[in-house]
């Protein structure tokens, strides 16, 4: 986890220099000055990249070809291992309460077809519009970002939506097994698209 803020620092820190040193590329900026998409993008990549070290690295290789330890939705009476979904989440939950972020940006798992069916309550309009067209193959945006903007309780975002792609057995198992598997639910397999990083991003 330290890694995760060094990286989303430096990440962060590369794009104050940048706004130094010539005008920001995106039409939208966020409350911090910097251009909202950039942000977005850079907060994106170190997401994705410990999403994937976490199902690869740690949960595939203890549980699935190691089996030292079960990962479970009750982790902390089973004494098991998060499932990814899980350990996203706390991540996102921990960043949302940290005070005085220089940008109060939120990020969120969500899913065309979420087994938690308190996160189905949770989207807006225009984050069903997004998921819908990363996710859906016959659409031209699936496997790729959509961006858009949103008004929330009078205030605007910026909002990218990005493709959770099945990484490693642990995902995709998970999903296709779950009790709480919609018959309609697609069965996933290895690099599909599961779902989205959502990002928002409070703009001036």
């Given at each position: 986890m330290h890694h995760s803020k060094y990286t989303l620092l430096a990440s962060l820190g590369m794009l104050t220099l940048h706004s130094c040193k010539s005008e920001p590329e995106a039409s939208s900026?966020?409350?911090g000055g910097y251009p909202a998409e950039q942000v977005?993008?850079?907060?994106?990549?170190?997401?994705?990249?410990?999403?994937?070290?976490?199902?690869?690295?740690?949960?595939?290789?203890?549980v699935n070809k190691e089996g030292v330890i079960k990962a479970h939705e009750e982790w902390a009476s089973e004494k098991a291992l998060l499932l990814p979904a899980q350990f996203f989440r706390e991540g996102a939950e921990e960043v949302d309460s940290i005070e005085g972020k220089a940008i109060d940006f939120t990020y969120s798992l969500q899913s065309k077809w979420p087994l938690n069916m308190e996160n189905a309550k949770k989207k807006t309009p225009k984050v069903e519009e997004g998921l819908a067209a990363v996710s859906d193959p016959e659409n031209p945006l699936y496997g790729e970002k959509w961006t858009g903007e949103e008004e929330i309780g009078g205030k605007k975002f910026f909002v990218g939506i990005y493709p959770d792609r099945a990484v490693a057995p642990a995902c995709w198992e998970c999903h296709n097994d779950h009790e709480n598997r919609q018959p309609e639910y697609p069965e996933f397999k290895k690099n599909d698209v599961m779902?989205?990083?959502?990002?928002?991003?409070p703009m001036n």
């Open positions: 900026s966020s409350e977005a993008e850079a907060l994106y990549q170190v997401l994705k990249s410990d999403r994937k070290v976490y199902a690869q690295k740690i949960v595939n290789r203890l779902g989205g990083i959502v990002i928002r991003i």
